[in-house]
């Protein structure tokens, strides 16, 4: 299975509420990067947090990283119908040689007005 | 900003032909990628270059190569297109660990 998996893969909230994806991965990190993509468009990074550090904020969102239980989470707060994306969880390796970036599967939100 | 443009936003071709989807960045980044996206099954990585004149195979090189001339450009070449090669393309540039810059992708389908 890829190195980044999200969960939930399908979420449907109302406008206003929270929202919450997960990502587990495998292996050693250096940092974990969250991007958003709107539909029939390309990937845009959203977040990046380092394996040195355990929670990040950015505007409405929140991410959060535990290294023992290789996993992250990207909380959106007070969503809106333009968050209406799915979102993807990145890992880095640690630093040696070439870092190849490994994306997940994704986790499609979409926020009812 | 860094801008990524890739030189199609829809393509159709017919099988057996030879394929260029074109991927141009203004940001001097070392590092360029090509990824195809399918529904289910995420991002995958086709091939990636570290420089001018390097490639490196990703996880699914089969059927397609590529061309880095200047650092600028980094070119997909389906060499001979089949069917099972339908998909969105995205490329992608970085400098060093920091985040990747996408282009808005190229709808490809093969018929």
């Known amino acids: 299975s890829q190195q980044g998996e999200e969960d939930p893969q399908a979420l449907s909230i109302q406008e206003g509420e929270n929202a919450t994806m997960n990502c587990s991965y495998k292996?050693?990190?250096?940092?974990l990067q969250w991007y958003r993509q709107n539909s029939g468009r390309g990937l845009v990074h959203l977040i990046l947090i380092r394996s040195n550090e355990r929670e990040k904020h950015s505007g409405r969102l929140r991410v959060t990283l535990d290294t023992s239980k290789k996993s992250s989470s990207l909380l959106i707060t007070a969503s809106r119908a333009a968050d209406t994306a799915s979102y993807f969880c990145?890992?880095?390796?640690?630093?040696?040689?070439?870092?190849?970036?490994?994306f997940g599967t994704g986790t499609k939100l979409q926020v009812i007005p | 900003d860094v801008k990524v443009t890739q030189s199609s936003r829809y393509l159709v071709k017919r099988t057996g032909e030879k394929v260029f989807l074109e991927c141009v960045q203004d940001?001097?980044?070392?590092?360029m990628f090509w990824y195809r996206q399918d529904p289910g099954l995420g991002l995958r990585l086709i091939y990636f270059s570290y420089d001018v004149k390097m490639k490196e195979k990703g996880d699914i090189p089969e059927g397609y190569s590529v061309s880095r001339e200047k650092k600028e450009r980094f070119s997909l070449i389906l060499e001979s297109a089949s069917t099972n090669q339908t998909s969105m393309y995205l490329c992608?540039?970085?400098?060093?660990?920091?985040?990747?810059?996408f282009g808005d992708g190229t709808r490809l389908s093969i018929l």
């Open positions: 990145a890992t880095v390796p640690p630093t040696g040689g070439y870092q190849k970036v490994t």
């Open positions: 992608a540039s970085r400098s060093g660990n920091q985040p990747q810059h």
């Open positions: 292996t050693s990190i250096n940092n």
């Open positions: 940001m001097d980044h070392e590092n």
